[in-house]
């Protein structure tokens, strides 16, 4: 096993694993009466991220990691990390709703409007580079830009029409 393979095979496990909670706190929320905003583009999301994932694994798995990009990366996990901790139970990858709850202005939030997606951005840059595949972290920077838009316009728009309640979403 390479460097590079065990690194990609964390971050798949990471993901895998993100998807399981998501999917877990999504189930609650609903429960509770929460509704999920625009999941339209949900998919588009989803191909996106899986094609950056199989892109790094078919080209990068026998690279040597540059360790500064590594670094970098590990200080994004661990901002990862905060936000999910922020959130708690309220982290999902869908825009849920949930009536009556006051937006999260902890932690992350307090600086950005949209912390999750600062770190997403800097993982579908940075990841790339660690492996030595600058192209894919131009393309999938692009790719990922269009998905952002896409999702940064709807959860605002649901912030819009649900005054008072919280939405907040991960990828």
Do not use: D, E, N, Q
């Given at each position: 096993m390479t460097a590079a393979e065990f690194i990609l095979g964390l971050v798949t496990l990471q993901r895998a694993g993100e998807l399981v909670l998501s999917h877990f706190n999504t189930r609650r929320l609903l429960a509770r009466g929460a509704v999920e905003v625009?999941?339209?583009?949900y998919p588009l999301m989803v191909a996106v991220h899986t094609a950056w994932l199989i892109a790094l694994w078919v080209f990068g798995h026998d690279q040597p990691p540059n360790i500064i990009a590594l670094l970098l990366y590990l200080v994004l996990q661990l901002l990862r990390l905060w936000v999910m901790r922020?959130?708690?139970?309220?982290?999902?990858?869908?825009?849920i709703?949930?009536?009556g709850q006051p937006l999260v202005s902890a932690g992350p939030y307090r600086y950005l409007s949209h912390p999750n997606y600062a770190v997403v951005i800097g993982e579908i840059a940075v990841l790339p580079l660690v492996l030595g595949l600058p192209w894919l972290a131009v393309l999938f920077t692009i790719l990922n830009a269009a998905v952002l838009t896409i999702r940064i316009r709807a959860e605002n728009r649901a912030l819009a029409e649900w005054r008072g309640i919280t939405v907040r979403a991960a990828s």
């Open positions: 625009a999941p339209r583009h922020t959130l708690g139970a309220r982290w999902t990858t869908g825009i709703v949930l009536p």
